[in-house]
């Protein structure tokens, strides 16, 4: 058991936030909000990160972290589980915008799975600026245009707060359908938005 | 029950299960193994459905578990009453009312909502299995999308009886890539998967593996050219409610002996019923959008 | 037109239910106790902890008595509560050397280092029903299990007085170890020093299969389907010739390394557990392990409780799986691995009492469909001859 708080409270909160990952993962681009739960004893910002981790993490799988190692501290005491490097963890935590570190991250490294087994591949949370539908988007801001399964025909999505040298790693990591990478995003108001690697994308600048 | 964590499963079965259902929605009909634990239903009863709705229900959740269409059947009836008791949630038989609904082997007649799950209880995943035993070379087929075998089985059919034998577990093509097994649906029900509004989870607890068709992905069944797919017809109405559109089922009266042709999916065809019997009842459309009028009877 | 929704489900399985509760007792008869099955019939709980893959004599009991010794009902039932248990710590790896040995024999000496020690074994009993223990008396049995222990106590006491000294425990050293000494056992499959033990509590198995996927599966498996396979690979479907290098029934204890004190271990308890080491001939060409040489194979059963039956199947089924060619079901560790379940295959077998009526009228559609297809083309078939047949006879 982690710190302590073993209760409806926590159950439920994980839930709630499953329900909205599930949803996002299967209508890609559609962004859902989930809530900063009051036992996570952190920033909103990190607590969303957190509920996060506590829904996906515990010593069955590993993680890694790449940005804030005070949050990489926090998830730990969360979840209990197991760190382990880039190329191998199942499930990477990028909790920096700097557009620095971001580029420097190899997402072409992480886990894509094997032909006979595409699950056993890595899911990267990422945390971003600002999460919007597409048709504003601040300058900078990725924009998808995106289609596929859990798309009626086309979807759009603009995320504030990621480097284009991930985005182009990202493509190329999910080239090969069905090996690939699958992303969930979060921004610093706890809307989320899923794009796995069933989605094909084209993108842009704003 | 005090002595069971909220809908029975401990937190770590339920993060393998999400985990695993997560991996499911974002590959398409490629079935991932998962840690199948015992439950206290028998395995072969519906403990991969089970296991999906247990894993997804909170409390806020109106639930509906039905079984060859039917509410009112035993076994649904149990996992209901199972499900209530672990998850303190709404049980309904309106396929409009519930959030989640776990089914064997019927899609209800009623489109689904966008926000609404349908989760399948599901016998046998691996619908290569028809044509080749071993679970390794299966997998093997499924990742050099190598389905000749099947095709070759489908071709068989033709030569031998003028049309493919397979009834339920009809063989489709998920988002053009994988091959799968829809869960021994009828035919009938295999047109309501593609583009559907709804997300559609499928549980096989005893073989250990969950998979997924999103919503508006494409789903075709395997036929051939000059050979298309057909669904079963019924050259009757439904005896209850007049329906002519829904998937029927032949039953012999318990006392008469009578044989008997009526709708599969009870609960729609009591909503049916009781609007002819002049009751206000909301019934939803069917899934090509429509809202069929009812039957008059002679 | 009146519509009755036809209600009752719940109301037939709440019948059905207090109906098992009364069927037994409807004549009168008092109730087992938990621990009268624990001890008159302990080898089926032991069935039930095997099967169930859960280590609990009382819970075994409880559950033959739910079950109404229903054995793979029983251990169902013991599943589904293993399932809803927490996991507080792994234990370490039993050392079988440590056993407090009730029973043990080889044969593949006739006499072996330590000795051979028949201890509580019908194998050599015969086989005929005791119709006087129809009304058996506790009072009876007592006075059996005083006179036993006097006895016994007097021929110990009488030898260590005459300075025999033979009341020492023996020593039970590993039989295959005499052959390993020899250099007569092939290596078996490389045992990678980083490797995780699978769990397939935990992950479904897939395949090949490594070893400790296997053995977890047979150590939870049926008795019977696995006395079936190992059977069929004796009788002639395999090509795996055993013998008993080992059979030993005893209590190991059970030790976790300590929550506290690093470096130390604590025993939280002991198990009863039968072990069986089958040595085998290998055969260099269907073997893993192609040597160049002549050599023994050992295989490996382990299962919670006496059940000697179980111990020996597994080790049978746990050689002939590690051959590569699978040319029989034993052999095939696929079929094998898949079928032995006795929770997931009664499970399966009995769901198809479940109603099928909306699979079997599609069913149904396709048959008359393919029939009218078939009547259509014979009756177009009779049509064209009737019309080639020339008119007139000869």
């Not at chain 3, 009268?36 to 069935?47: C, N, Y």
Request: net charge negative; with cysteine.
């Amino acid at each position: 058991m982690s710190v302590g708080v073993k209760s409806m409270e926590r159950v439920h909160a994980v839930q709630q936030v499953y329900r909205q990952v599930l949803d996002a993962m299967s209508r890609p681009g559609k962004i859902v909000q989930i809530e900063a739960p009051s036992f996570v004893r952190c920033e909103a910002a990190d607590a969303y990160i957190v509920v996060l981790g506590m829904m996906l993490l515990d010593q069955s799988v590993s993680y890694e972290v790449i940005g804030d190692m005070s949050l990489a501290e926090q998830l730990q005491l969360y979840t209990l589980s197991r760190r382990q490097e880039l190329q191998a963890c199942d499930y990477v935590f990028l909790t920096t915008t700097d557009a620095a570190t971001q580029a420097s991250v190899d997402i072409e490294s992480c886990k894509r799975g094997t032909f006979t087994f595409p699950d056993e591949s890595a899911t990267i949370i990422c945390r971003v600026h600002e999460l919007g539908s597409g048709s504003e988007g601040r300058k900078g801001s990725v924009k998808l245009t995106m289609q596929g399964p859990g798309i009626a025909e086309e979807q759009q999505l603009s995320i504030d707060g990621l480097a284009g040298s991930l985005v182009s790693g990202w493509q190329a990591s999910n080239a090969e359908f069905p090996l690939g990478i699958d992303w969930i995003f979060v921004d610093e108001m706890g809307r989320v938005a899923c794009v796995p690697r069933s989605t094909k994308f084209s993108w842009e600048v704003a | 029950m005090e002595a069971y964590n909220y809908a029975f499963l401990d937190e770590l079965t339920k993060r393998e299960l999400r985990r695993k259902t997560l991996k499911a929605v974002a590959i398409p009909g490629y079935q991932v193994p998962f840690g199948s634990r015992e439950m206290p239903i028998a395995r072969g009863w519906g403990t991969g459905g089970l296991q999906v709705t247990l894993s997804v229900i909170g409390p806020e959740d109106t639930v509906k578990v039905f079984d060859q269409g039917s509410d009112d059947s035993v076994n649904a009836c149990n996992l209901r009453e199972l499900i209530c008791q672990m998850c303190d949630v709404t049980p309904t038989t309106d396929s409009l009312e519930a959030s989640l609904i776990q089914t064997r082997h019927r899609i209800p007649e009623e489109k689904l909502r966008e926000d609404q799950i349908l989760i399948f209880q599901v016998p046998l995943p691996e619908v290569l299995r028809t044509v080749e035993p071993s679970e390794q070379e299966t997998r093997r087929m499924h990742a050099e999308r190598d389905y000749s075998r099947m095709w070759l089985h489908l071709y068989e059919d033709i030569v031998k009886y003028g049309e493919i034998r397979i009834s339920y577990d009809y063989p489709v093509m998920v988002n053009g890539h994988y091959l799968c097994d829809p869960s021994p649906i009828p035919r009938f029900d295999v047109p309501k998967l593609h583009q559907a509004d709804n997300l559609f989870l499928f549980g096989a607890g005893r073989e250990k593996r969950i998979y997924a068709i999103p919503p508006y992905t494409n789903v075709t069944p395997l036929q051939f050219e000059d050979i298309p797919f057909e669904v079963e017809q019924f050259d009757q109405p439904c005896a209850k409610c007049g329906s002519t559109h829904t998937y029927l089922e032949e039953s012999y009266d318990a006392v008469t002996g009578a044989k008997q042709v009526a709708c599969s999916d009870t609960s729609y065809c009591d909503k049916r019923q009781r609007q002819a019997a002049g009751e206000s009842v909301e019934i939803g459309v069917i899934w090509d959008g429509t809202n069929p009028a009812n039957f008059e009877f002679e | 037109m009146a519509y009755v929704a036809v209600k009752g489900g719940s109301h037939a399985i709440h019948e059905a239910e207090k109906l098992l509760k009364y069927i037994p007792w409807k004549e009168g008869g008092s109730p087992l106790e938990v621990q009268q099955i624990r001890k008159g019939m302990r080898l089926a709980v032991d069935r039930v902890m095997s099967e169930g893959s859960l280590y609990d004599p009382d819970l075994a009991a409880l559950a033959l008595k739910q079950a109404e010794g229903d054995v793979l009902e029983a251990s169902f039932l013991l599943r589904a509560f293993r399932s809803t248990l927490v996991r507080n710590f792994y234990t370490l790896p039993i050392q079988t050397e440590n056993m407090d040995v009730i029973r043990r024999i080889s044969a593949t000496f006739k006499e072996v280092p330590g000795g051979q020690y028949l201890g509580p074994t019908r194998d050599y009993t015969k086989r005929l029903l005791d119709m006087s223990r129809m009304d058996e008396d506790s009072s009876e049995i007592m006075k059996y299990v005083t006179n036993y222990l006097s006895e016994s106590l007097t021929e110990a006491v009488q030898e260590e007085l005459s300075g025999n000294g033979e009341s020492d425990m023996p020593v039970f050293p590993r039989v295959i170890e005499l052959l390993r000494a020899e250099g007569l056992l092939a290596a078996g499959e490389p045992q990678d020093e980083e490797a995780v033990i699978d769990d397939i509590t935990r992950h479904a198995i897939s395949f090949p299969a490594s070893r400790s996927a296997r053995l977890q599966t047979m150590a939870r498996g049926e008795s019977g389907a696995l006395m079936a396979f190992a059977y069929s690979s004796v009788r002639g479907y395999g090509d795996v010739h055993p013998t008993i290098g080992e059979l030993r029934v005893g209590y190991v204890p059970v030790e976790i390394e300590h929550p506290f004190y690093p470096g130390e271990t604590m025993t939280i308890g002991r198990v009863l557990v039968t072990e069986s080491e089958m040595v085998v001939r290998v055969h260099a060409e269907n073997h893993r392990e192609a040597a160049g040489r002549a050599q023994f194979a050992v295989g490996y059963g382990l299962c919670f409780g006496h059940n000697e039956d179980k111990a020996i199947s597994m080790s049978i089924l746990d050689q002939t799986m590690q051959q590569q060619n699978a040319d029989s079901p034993a052999q095939d560790e696929e079929f094998v691995l898949y079928h032995i379940d006795g929770i997931e295959s009664s499970g399966f077998i009995s769901h198809f009492k479940l109603p099928h009526y909306v699979d079997f009228q599609a069913e149904l559609q396709r048959v008359r469909s393919i029939n009218e297809k078939g009547d259509r083309s014979a009756d177009g078939e009779r049509e064209q001859e009737k019309e080639a047949t020339p008119h007139g006879s000869l």
